[in-house]
């Protein structure tokens, strides 16, 4: 499964070149992950109330292309890989205008609880887990 999710390039998001400042593109990252749990019926405020957080392990963002200001982007979110303590996202980035791909990436999160101590999710909350698994 893939949740597609479209935004605009703020002013604010862009440097003196026009160009989109390289943090952005985690921030699109995560608005990516949070619409697909959405799609899911998972929201990630529910999982805190369950007492299960995604702390970030590891981000990697390739840079391709670069976005400017009042682009549109395309954020494609993928689950790539599910353990019973980790969740591994995968993003593809596209200018919408002329489907022109400008970066890719990955985030890795591990299942934790409110003192950051890892969790096992496939344990704690089975139906869950299975419904992510069954993205893949």
């Given at each position: 499964?893939?949740?597609?999710?479209?935004?605009?390039?703020?002013?604010?998001?862009?440097?003196?070149?026009?160009?989109?400042?390289?943090?952005?593109?985690?921030?699109?990252?995560?608005?990516g992950?949070?619409?697909f749990?959405?799609?899911?019926?998972?929201?990630?405020?529910?999982?805190?109330?369950?007492?299960?957080?995604?702390?970030?392990?590891?981000?990697?963002?390739?840079?391709?292309?670069?976005?400017?200001?009042?682009?549109?982007?395309?954020?494609?979110?993928?689950?790539?890989?599910l353990?019973d303590?980790?969740?591994?996202?995968?993003?593809?980035?596209?200018?919408?205008?002329?489907?022109?791909?400008?970066?890719?990436?990955?985030?890795?999160?591990?299942?934790?609880?409110?003192?950051?101590?890892?969790?096992?999710?496939?344990?704690?909350?089975?139906?869950?887990?299975?419904?992510?698994?069954?993205?893949?």
């Amino acid at each position: 499964m893939e949740n597609t999710t479209t935004i605009r390039v703020r002013y604010k998001d862009t440097d003196q070149m026009g160009v989109v400042y390289n943090g952005n593109y985690f921030t699109w990252f995560e608005i990516g992950r949070v619409e697909f749990l959405r799609d899911l019926g998972i929201r990630y405020l529910d999982m805190e109330k369950m007492g299960v957080y995604t702390a970030v392990a590891e981000a990697y963002c390739k840079y391709i292309k670069p976005a400017r200001y009042d682009d549109e982007i395309v954020i494609k979110t993928k689950i790539r890989r599910l353990t019973d303590v980790r969740l591994e996202f995968e993003y593809s980035l596209y200018r919408k205008e002329d489907n022109e791909l400008i970066a890719t990436g990955y985030t890795t999160h591990a299942f934790v609880d409110k003192n950051i101590r890892p969790i096992n999710f496939k344990k704690q909350h089975p139906d869950i887990w299975k419904r992510l698994k069954e993205t893949i």
